[in-house]
């Protein structure tokens, strides 16, 4: 007759100790997987519940569209302003400038109805509009840059400006994208009072619409602009995706941070099972005694399960709690990079989703233990020490059904389930390895020649000797390491690409703008200053692709439903140019370049990963709108592009007879010598602002400084989750090392009333885990790499550049970490008194 739950319960609960002694690993484990993913999902819940939540504030509309190097048509504005209010202006690069200083800034011009969302908050305190007449909102940075003071002048371009106060808190500032230089704000008719607007000028203009109706669908209102309007080069943004790429970061680090999340917990699984079998162990004697008195297996299940219940939802618990704890240390690391809540958020969803991963991955790893201990006669169960537990059949169903449960759950909840789903099978696949690779080595180890040295003869038969808990050592051991691996690998990675690319190849300013006519005179500008500075001039202007394809089977861009995966050029108006020669950098890969002032019909060299992407071949025909003018070009060549260069790369570049008679400035890169001088550089600034006064410059450090705060967040980020992942490897291998230690007590024992020494004990455990960590570490090294590189190419699409001295210093650091906790997990054994064991088998 089985026991009640009552009772069952009541014999549970005496035998759990208050500190959960023996059931720790558990605890630690699911703890730290539960942490993570609480974590994980609170932050990124907070994230897009305050995009979506505050939309119109960061798009200072219901809906903006954005067009290059024009203003709106009056059709075009007419068919705005049918849904609603609205708010005009214009975004571009610009000089500011006194009389002894000039600074590249972002001039960011308004009309009298902004902000309609949001407020813009001076460093005084005071809350304002749109600034009126020549007065200017102006960043701190740029009044640090020109050295003057509030209530001091300025000129931008041909415009002398005041400065009537600091801005603290622009709101909209996040959906304008990457910042080229600081901000000043002024009146919608500074810009061509300053001389800014002439006719190929690159700048924007912005048109954001409050909606009359604001149940309005903001997606149907920009099908029916696209559908009214398909030539017009509309970007379209709405207040669902108010910052795109903010969108697209927190996708990526969401992804990023779960499949760490799921990581941890898969080497939290063989914690889990390694600590149960351990536990269970240590119990195989009340266990017999309950089998004795006429305890049933299920009995057996039923007492043992509520103990390891109860520990699973302690260590959740706790998880849940540290997850929400240390949400507001995550949102404060990415303060001004993301807009988050400061404090403590509470996202009940992403809690119930990490609580469920914890329980699940806990019923999923201790059940094979715990069916194991139930089906066995209570004699065996004592013989056990000698006489290992067989393995139950049923084990394997109900891990499989925890397992299949986990996947279901992973594939269910996530946005990108072909990840989670290829993240989930290499890690089935990992586990398979390591199980594989368990049994080789313990076969070859019963193989291989017996060394004449004893202590590796031992160390050698320890490994492949009946009951050797060699698999769950070399599982534990594989993901330890390949957890120290995968840190150095991303860790590196990331910051090869904050410290080598981009430095290496930056040219020290862009200038934008540079009217045609003047060109000569620009090169007398710069030379004067520097005679070695190299300088690359090209003509710019912007447009958008309206169709491509076959000629006679035309793809228009506006019927499409959804944009091809990597066909990033048809999303809005894109920069063009037009050349004689091959740019430098850029390599034909199909086709031929056109010859030098090619008179013939219209040409277009294509990069070829956009043509890919769309399925453009040589020979196709491409149809761009330029200032609303329809052109097309016959496809004459594909080019590989080297956009790391930093220089001015095009995807599309056209015949000179194609786009060169459209209104257009130049653009140009400046390379200056090494080491040039400050005093010179202000000079030159200062020089190009007196005789090209609508022409701007943009610094190249002052960008890369920004790009540098971004990535060195983006690194901090995947450092803190990485380390739980580590954590999580090494509360696994320290459980593991724990119970492969109670099983060898009848070993040492043995070894000692033989005669062995202490220092030969110690030397015949690390020449044990010495065997078996040089043999992981090249499987370790493969698994932990493999896992970087697809979290650094294709979650962060950043380039491979890990520092590969580094990454084998930390792997050689897990195996001085592993060697220290052998010998730390060794040490009890010595102090094992042989009478007290031999009694205990």
Request: charged share 20%; with cysteine.
């Amino acid at each position: 007759m089985s026991l009640s739950l009552p009772t069952a319960w009541r014999i549970a609960r005496r035998d759990l100790n208050a500190r959960f002694k023996g059931l720790r690993l558990l605890l630690v484990c699911i703890f730290l997987g539960t942490a993570a993913l609480a974590a994980i999902g609170t932050l990124t819940n907070a994230i897009a519940r305050e995009l979506e939540s505050s939309g119109q504030e960061l798009l200072g509309g219901d809906l903006e569209v954005e067009v290059w190097q024009r203003d709106l048509r009056d059709d075009e504005r007419t068919a705005l302003g049918q849904y609603g209010t609205i708010s005009s202006g214009y975004r571009m690069q610009a000089m500011a400038s006194t009389p002894n200083a000039a600074a590249p800034i972002e001039l960011k011009a308004v009309d009298a109805k902004w902000p309609m969302f949001g407020t813009l908050v001076l460093t005084d305190g005071r809350s304002v509009s749109a600034p009126r007449g020549n007065d200017a909102w102006i960043a701190q940075t740029a009044l640090e840059r020109l050295g003057i003071e509030v209530g001091d002048t300025f000129t931008v371009g041909t415009a002398p400006l005041r400065v009537a106060g600091i801005i603290q808190d622009e709101p909209d500032r996040l959906s304008e994208g990457f910042q080229l230089g600081p901000t000043i704000i002024v009146a919608q008719d500074i810009p061509a009072q300053a001389g800014l607007l002439e006719p190929g000028a690159l700048y924007q203009s912005k048109h954001r619409i409050a909606f009359a109706d604001p149940e309005r669908d903001p997606a149907a209102v920009e099908e029916a602009l696209t559908d009214a309007f398909p030539t017009a080069g509309f970007d379209i943004r709405t207040r669902d995706r108010a910052s795109p790429g903010a969108d697209r970061f927190v996708r990526q680090m969401s992804d990023f941070l779960t499949l760490v999340g799921l990581a941890a917990l898969v080497i939290a699984g063989i914690g889990i099972a390694g600590g149960v079998s351990s536990y269970l162990d240590q119990r195989r004697s009340s266990i017999a005694t309950l089998k004795v008195l006429g305890a049933t297996s299920g009995d057996i299940v039923r007492i043992y399960a509520m103990q390891i219940g109860v520990a699973a939802l302690a260590g959740s618990a706790a998880g849940l709690a540290a997850g929400v704890l240390v949400t507001p240390l995550l949102a404060s690391a990415l303060q001004g990079l993301l807009p988050v809540q400061s404090g403590f958020i509470i996202a009940p969803g992403a809690l119930l989703l990490a609580a469920s991963y914890g329980l699940l991955v806990a019923f999923a790893f201790a059940a094979a233990p715990l069916l194991r201990a139930r089906t066995f006669p209570a004699m065996a169960l004592m013989r056990s020490g000698i006489v290992p537990l067989a393995r139950d059949k049923r084990a394997i169903l109900a891990t499989g059904v925890g397992l299949a449960a986990i996947c279901a759950l992973a594939l269910l909840t996530t946005d990108q389930p072909l990840l989670s789903g290829g993240f989930l099978i290499g890690a089935g696949g990992a586990l398979l390895l390591l199980a594989g690779l368990g049994w080789v080595i313990r076969t070859l180890a019963r193989r291989l020649p017996r060394p004449r040295n004893p202590l590796l003869r031992s160390a050698l038969a320890n490994i492949h000797r009946p009951g050797a808990p060699i698999g769950s050592l070399v599982t534990a051991l594989g993901f330890g390491l390949a957890a120290f691996v995968l840190l150095a690998a991303v860790q590196s990675a990331i910051d090869g690409n904050i410290a080598q690319r981009v430095p290496k190849a930056a040219p020290d300013y862009f200038v934008l703008d540079v009217p045609p006519a003047k060109e000569p005179r620009f090169f007398e500008l710069i030379q004067k200053e520097f005679p070695k500075a190299q300088i690359r001039t090209v003509p710019t202007m912007r447009g958008a692709v309206l169709a491509y394809g076959a000629k006679t089977q035309l793809v228009r861009v506006a019927d499409l439903e959804e944009i091809p995966e990597g066909a990033w050029a048809l999303r809005g108006e894109r920069g063009l140019t037009y050349a004689d020669t091959l740019p430098e950098g850029n390599r034909v890969i199909e086709g031929a370049w056109w010859s030098p002032f090619h008179n013939g019909e219209p040409l277009v060299s294509v990069d070829a990963d956009f043509a890919r992407a769309v399925g453009l071949e040589v020979g196709d025909y491409l149809t761009i709108g330029i200032l609303g003018v329809e052109r097309t070009a016959r496809v004459a060549n594909l080019r590989e592009i080297d956009w790391e260069s930093m220089g001015f790369n095009f995807a599309l570049v056209f015949s000179r007879n194609a786009i060169s008679d459209a209104p257009h400035n130049l653009s140009a890169t400046i390379d200056l010598p090494e080491g040039a001088d400050t005093a010179a550089r202000g000079r030159l600034l200062r020089a190009l602002v007196q005789d090209m006064p609508s022409s701007s410059v943009i610094e190249v450090g002052g960008i890369l400084v920004e790009a540098r705060k971004l990535l060195e967040q983006v690194s901090l980020a995947t450092l803190a989750a990485a380390a739980v992942t580590v954590l999580a490897g090494l509360a696994v291998l320290m459980g593991a090392i724990a119970a492969a230690r109670a099983s060898r007590t009848y070993d040492t024992v043995m070894l000692r009333v033989l005669g062995a020494s202490r220092r030969q004990i110690l030397l015949l455990q690390l020449a044990e885990y010495s065997l078996l960590a040089g043999v992981l570490a090249l499987v370790a090294l493969g698994l932990g790499v493999g896992l970087a590189w697809v979290v650094i190419t294709q979650l962060f699409e950043f380039d491979w550049l890990p520092d590969w001295g580094e990454v084998l210093g930390v792997l050689g650091l897990g195996i001085a970490v592993v060697m220290a906790f052998a010998l730390a997990g060794s040490l009890p054994l010595l102090r094992a008194k042989p009478a007290q064991a031999l009694r205990e088998l």
